[in-house]
């Protein structure tokens, strides 16, 4: 199968986001991919594996491959194949009919929380409510520290996922999902930042949740802005946030 026109943009902006959290070091050497929804709904441009790459961190358009919704693919170059954990991404474009872009990266700190059996709790309000929200909307953890590598364990970790952005995995590392690639990679570096407060509001002890009073403040926020987006879903709002965001991380890793 050939590619289709449009594809090399979209492959340059899975590989931007795979260049991105590697120079965030959300994930090390060859560890994680990212992939994207093509068009059609039946495809996925995704980061392949082989001799000859050289890690997420370095990742072109050449490194992305597209393949069938059974992970099988259907256009790359010789000596590429897709990640082992493929079907993390086939099963949750499967289920979840809004998912356009997933993200499976490995960074240290969420995975220390997963190991520890330590929550991660609402520390922090104003520093930045969109964080917040994201944890109070829940971060499930998928408790198998294993790989994700047939269908039947992509069921399982789906399952353990639901609805929700993101999903720590035990011993092992995130799993991202949104409407667009800019959406999955910011919430991957959110989740990762959030972790990062955590862990170091753990090592100087004391660590409390904000108050109820407060909690409850950003939640009739943040449950006025889904009402507002649910009247008015194309106007600026989240999308307006997420695309900052990713013009930001932009900017900062040189991308």
């Given at each position: 199968?050939?590619?289709?026109?449009?594809?090399?943009?979209?492959?340059?902006?899975?590989?931007?986001?795979?260049?991105?959290?590697?120079?965030?070091?959300?994930?090390?050497?060859?560890?994680?991919?990212?992939?994207?929804?093509?068009?059609?709904?039946?495809?996925?441009?995704?980061?392949?594996?082989?001799?000859?790459?050289?890690?997420?961190?370095?990742?072109?358009?050449?490194?992305?491959?597209?393949?069938?919704?059974?992970?099988?693919?259907?256009?790359?170059?010789?000596?590429l194949?897709?990640?082992?954990?493929i079907?993390?991404?086939?099963?949750?474009?499967?289920?979840?009919?809004?998912?356009?872009?997933?993200?499976?990266?490995?960074?240290?700190?969420?995975?220390?929380?997963?190991?520890?059996?330590?929550?991660?709790?609402?520390?922090?309000?104003?520093?930045?409510?969109?964080?917040l929200?994201?944890?109070?909307?829940?971060?499930p953890?998928?408790?198998?520290?294993?790989?994700i590598?047939?269908?039947?364990?992509?069921?399982?970790?789906?399952?353990?996922?639901?609805?929700?952005?993101?999903?720590?995995?035990?011993?092992?590392?995130?799993?991202?999902?949104?409407?667009?690639?800019?959406?999955?990679?910011?919430?991957?570096?959110?989740?990762?930042?959030?972790?990062?407060?955590?862990?170091?509001?753990?090592?100087?002890?004391?660590?409390?949740?904000?108050?109820?009073?407060?909690?409850?403040?950003?939640?009739?926020?943040?449950?006025?802005?889904?009402?507002?987006?649910?009247?008015?879903?194309?106007?600026?709002?989240?999308?307006?946030?997420?695309?900052?965001?990713?013009?930001?991380?932009?900017?900062?890793?040189?991308?």
């Amino acid at each position: 199968m050939p590619w289709d026109h449009g594809d090399r943009s979209a492959r340059e902006l899975v590989a931007k986001s795979c260049r991105m959290l590697g120079k965030l070091d959300l994930t090390k050497g060859g560890m994680g991919h990212v992939s994207q929804r093509t068009p059609d709904g039946q495809h996925f441009l995704v980061r392949a594996k082989g001799f000859e790459e050289v890690g997420v961190r370095y990742t072109t358009e050449e490194h992305i491959v597209k393949v069938d919704l059974d992970g099988k693919m259907v256009a790359g170059a010789d000596g590429l194949e897709p990640p082992g954990e493929i079907h993390i991404h086939s099963w949750l474009y499967k289920m979840r009919a809004g998912t356009n872009c997933v993200v499976h990266v490995h960074p240290l700190t969420p995975m220390l929380f997963t190991i520890c059996d330590k929550p991660i709790l609402p520390l922090f309000g104003g520093y930045d409510p969109h964080m917040l929200a994201l944890i109070l909307d829940g971060i499930p953890i998928y408790d198998r520290s294993i790989t994700i590598k047939n269908d039947r364990l992509a069921k399982e970790f789906v399952a353990a996922m639901g609805d929700k952005r993101g999903c720590l995995m035990r011993g092992h590392g995130i799993t991202t999902a949104g409407g667009s690639v800019e959406e999955a990679t910011v919430t991957a570096i959110q989740i990762n930042e959030i972790a990062e407060i955590s862990y170091r509001a753990q090592l100087l002890g004391g660590a409390r949740p904000i108050p109820e009073e407060d909690l409850a403040e950003f939640d009739e926020r943040s449950e006025g802005i889904k009402a507002q987006q649910k009247k008015a879903p194309t106007r600026e709002g989240a999308a307006a946030r997420r695309a900052l965001w990713w013009n930001y991380y932009s900017r900062l890793t040189g991308e």
